[in-house]
């Protein structure tokens, strides 16, 4: 490893962060982060057990009061200070990024950088939180009085694919609202959040609002949390089949819950669409984090007039994609994030294939150290095919022909999914037409991406409920009080 890997590895503190403190777990263990891209241990962390959690817990709630109580605008500095640094050390944050995670380090760092503008964002909505006062409707002297306040301690809980960006569009709301929180990333990435933990303990941040949990078994050390009475809400971000776990779970005590879970992105060109920015869009929409993305453009459903011309142009660009280490800059796709995933995305690839897609292009893992996949591109995928129904997370795309609208509205729509959909036509009636009929939280027209810190981001159907980002996303963390007021 060269000079400036160890050395940005080596500025994390690799233990949990309870109470304002850095402490290693209580039974001394530890879990080792992994180079996705070699399969050799960076460091070891902290391996959190439920005494660590309850502690961190303990230290959230005992933060609280005095937490809620602070001026807005100090909780919208101290994010405001954890922006700049953010944007200062981008450079070394992406290459830590890139080590634990795998993608290239370009799309790391721009992924710094979107984490930065959720406190940015949150920053100014600190100050922005509002109440209502009025007349009671019958009653002239009788006052309503509405106002908003601290949902409380939260439990919040993030993936591996985006290791920052998940934890600020949490992170950011909560402190803006005077939440205090424990967090814990998942076990494959937890070097970015704990970055993230020392430079929010250096702008500023009390002791106990923001405690980390990193661990190897989430679910025994979360469990107790979500059901403990000191907790007042759980915002989780992960897979719908976890997703359905944690909220039986919160089903016990009816906390508060926020659900960002898995998609099955719908990306649809009509024959009216410019082909070649469709192609521009579909390769964001498809390769960014390696595919491994919810918002990732899951099937590509397209007029059948134009689907040959896009799925060879598609293919001829995903072929050109450089494969490799993240570290090297020339690299356009990392590795996945393990053997397991890759080997999900393989079972996909050939199922599709055996029921009769072509492979355009790719359609194999690649061979040494490393979880590389092919970038791949199949044409005439078969409706029975299992990748039109399941995430496949991975740099694969499959093109399958439509002839109506309605058609392609009906295939778009065939999902349990609902987080995202792709829309590419010139025809602005028709794009009105589609989207209000897209069973989706949101939707990217003539555009591969839709992430943007001041836009409400979230899904419907199994996707899950919540919107993180926009003037939406601090909502989740405050609570509505009505005061019935008597001036008679
Ligand atoms: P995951 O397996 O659901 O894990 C997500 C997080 O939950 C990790 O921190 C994980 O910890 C933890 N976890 C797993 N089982 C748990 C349990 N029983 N109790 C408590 N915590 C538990 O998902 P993933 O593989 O990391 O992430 C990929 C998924 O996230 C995809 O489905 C993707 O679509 C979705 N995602 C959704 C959005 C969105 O905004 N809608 C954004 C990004 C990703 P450990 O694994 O470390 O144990």
């Known amino acids: 490893m060269a000079t400036t890997e160890q050395s940005v590895v080596d500025a994390v503190r690799p233990q949990l962060f309870i109470g304002g403190e850095w402490r290693d777990a209580g039974a001394g263990g530890t879990l080792p982060v992994e180079d996705p891209s070699t399969g050799e241990t960076l460091v070891e962390v902290a391996d959190g057990q439920p005494e660590d959690a309850d502690a961190a817990l303990a230290a959230a709630a005992g933060a609280q009061d005095e937490w809620a109580a602070t001026a807005p605008r100090e909780r919208g500095e101290i994010l405001r200070r954890a922006y700049e640094k953010l944007v200062e050390r981008a450079d070394d944050l992406a290459l830590l990024m890139t080590l634990e995670m795998g993608k290239p380090v370009a799309e790391s760092k721009t992924e710094i950088l979107y984490a930065a503008d959720f406190l940015h964002w949150f920053a100014g909505e600190a100050t922005r939180v509002e109440g209502r006062f009025g007349i009671a409707e019958k009653a002239p002297g009788q006052r ?27 992170i950011g709301p909560a402190i803006a609202a005077g939440c205090t929180m424990v967090i814990k990333p998942a076990k494959q990435t937890p070097l970015s959040m704990l970055a993230l933990a020392q430079i929010l303990e250096e702008s500023g941040l009390p002791g106990g609002v923001l405690n980390v949990l990193t661990a190897k078994s989430s679910g025994s050390i979360m469990e107790p949390l979500i059901k403990d009475p000191r907790t007042r809400k759980l915002s989780f971000t992960g897979s719908t089949e976890v997703g359905r776990t944690l909220m039986q779970q919160a089903s016990e005590q009816l906390l508060r819950v926020s659900m960002e879970l898995g998609g099955n992105a719908p990306f649809l060109i009509f024959d009216d669409a410019d082909v070649d920015a469709a192609v521009e869009g579909a390769l964001i929409a498809k390769m960014r984090n390696v595919g491994e993305a919810c918002t990732a453009a899951n099937r590509f459903h397209v007029a059948e007039g134009v689907a040959d011309a896009f799925a060879s142009k598609l293919a001829a660009k995903m072929g050109e994609m450089k494969v490799g280490r993240g570290t090297d800059p020339a690299v356009k796709v990392g590795p996945l994030i393990d053997d397991d995933q890759r080997g999900k995305v393989d079972e996909l690839v050939q199922d599709a294939a055996g029921k009769g897609a072509k492979v355009l292009v790719g359609g194999s893992r690649l061979d040494g150290a490393g979880y590389f996949y092919e970038p791949t591109v199949l044409s005439d995928v078969g409706e029975d095919a299992r990748m039109l129904k399941e995430e496949i997370f991975g740099p694969v795309a499959p093109v399958r022909g439509f002839g109506s609208e309605d058609e392609a509205i009906a295939a778009a729509n065939d999902t349990e999914y609902g987080l995202v959909a792709y829309v590419y036509t010139s025809d602005l009636k028709r794009a009105f037409r589609v989207i209000e009929r897209l069973q989706t939280g949101m939707v990217g027209l003539n555009q591969g991406m839709v992430s943007n810190a001041s836009a409400p981001f979230g899904g419907v159907k199994q996707s899950g409920f919540g919107r993180e980002g926009g003037r939406e996303g601090i909502q989740e963390y405050l609570e509505t009080k009505y005061v019935a007021m008597n001036l008679g």
């Open 144 to 170: 309503v009085l509405v106002m908003k306040q601290p949902v409380g301690p939260c439990v919040l809980i993030t993936p591996w694919n985006f290791p920052m960006a998940m934890g600020t569009r949490k």
